[in-house]
């Protein structure tokens, strides 16, 4: 037996600079309320994870590679029946909502998109299927140029691995999927997306629908070109166009992204738990108006520890050089096979199971 643990062991040593290094979203925060995201290394061996989640199924902590299949909705796997959920967490209208990773690598340079989609009045069967999203926020190459300067996902890295957007003030109500993404571009030619879903339900008295021009599909935004494609470190480059439409400009709504570049992200936000909504509950809330829901507590809900990714900002004063460095290493390392990476997490993940331990 021992012998076994001590192969194992060696093996998880031997695979973990390959597969550990990527990210995933840990928490949602919805008007300061705190929602525990689906954590792929524990809710995939726990069939009724407490508290329950708003956030649809991940695998694991890998990207998703093929930008034209459905897993480029809200990750591998989330799309199908038996994977959803049937929880919803409130914010009203006009209220931000935060995305706090458990890490980012500094290398993974990349935009950062935020979309939405009506469900209508639940989302724990919505298919996503046709022009149903509207982008909400979206951030790309803020400065510099693509090999040594600053990228979305080094502004989220600074802000304490999370990104804020704001709800559209006048949007109507109703349930609605959020879709949050880092698109990790430094593999050229092998863009890494990394999407997720939470359902959401939208208070308040607004009215506010997107335009029809606005409203795109999924897949369908992401195309054999330059701002998936793109060679970053290819010296020189000072422009990069984001994929998709551009933000919604629906009841004069404005992108908030200015918050996320003077560092306005989240550092220490005291645990306070959001009231999980399902059945009729959802309904009722829909039909209210303004924060319904602004301070329930859900019964058995625990913090989410967070990693040391997660709290500190050190590589947010990485200099330019050694990310420029890192990032060429690691761009070849990451060019492993799906074959070989696949195999790799599923060793992880027995491995993890077998012996108990807590990703």
Not at 135 to 155: E, Q, R
Request: with cysteine.
């Amino acid at each position: 037996m021992k012998s076994i643990i001590a192969a194992t062991l060696l093996a998880l040593s031997t695979i973990a600079p390959t597969v550990s290094a990527h990210g995933y979203v840990q928490n949602v925060i919805l008007n300061g309320n705190t929602f525990t995201a689906f954590l792929p290394f524990q809710d995939n061996y726990d069939p009724k994870p407490s508290p329950k989640r708003i956030t649809r199924h991940i695998p694991d902590d890998g990207p998703v590679t093929n930008f034209n299949g459905k897993d480029i909705v809200c990750n591998v796997g989330a799309q199908d029946a038996s994977q959803r959920t049937t929880s919803h967490g409130a914010v009203p209208a006009g209220a931000e909502v935060t995305f706090r990773w458990d890490r980012w690598p500094t290398d993974h340079h990349g935009p950062v998109t935020t979309y939405m989609a009506s469900c209508g009045s639940d989302c724990s069967n919505f298919d996503t299927t046709g022009n149903v999203w509207f982008k909400i926020d979206h951030l790309g190459l803020v400065s510099g140029t693509t090999d040594t300067g600053t990228w979305a996902s080094d502004v989220l890295i600074a802000n304490n691995i999370s990104w804020t957007v704001t709800v559209p003030p006048k949007l109507k109500s109703g349930a609605y999927l959020i879709r949050h993404e880092i698109l990790a571009l430094h593999s050229a030619g092998a863009p890494q997306f990394y999407p997720h879903c939470s359902q959401l339900v939208v208070t308040g008295s607004g009215t506010a629908t997107p335009s029809s021009s606005e409203l795109v599909a999924i897949p369908g935004i992401y195309k054999n070109d330059q701002s998936t494609m793109i060679n970053i470190w290819n010296n020189g480059q000072t422009k990069y166009t984001i994929a998709g439409p551009a933000v919604t400009k629906i009841g004069a709504y404005t992108t908030t992204n200015a918050k996320n570049k003077l560092g306005g992200g989240p550092g220490a936000i005291p645990f306070k738990a959001g009231k999980i909504l399902s059945g009729n509950a959802v309904t009722a809330a829909i039909g209210s108006t303004g924060d319904a829901v602004a301070s329930g507590n859900n019964a058995g809900a625990t913090t989410t520890t967070t990693t040391k990714a997660g709290t500190t900002t050190k590589a947010a004063t990485t200099t330019k050089a050694s990310v420029a460095a890192a990032s060429t290493t690691s761009a070849k390392s990451c060019k492993v096979s799906t074959k070989k990476r696949n195999a790799a997490k599923a060793s992880k993940r027995h491995a993890k199971k077998r012996l108990s331990t807590e990703h």
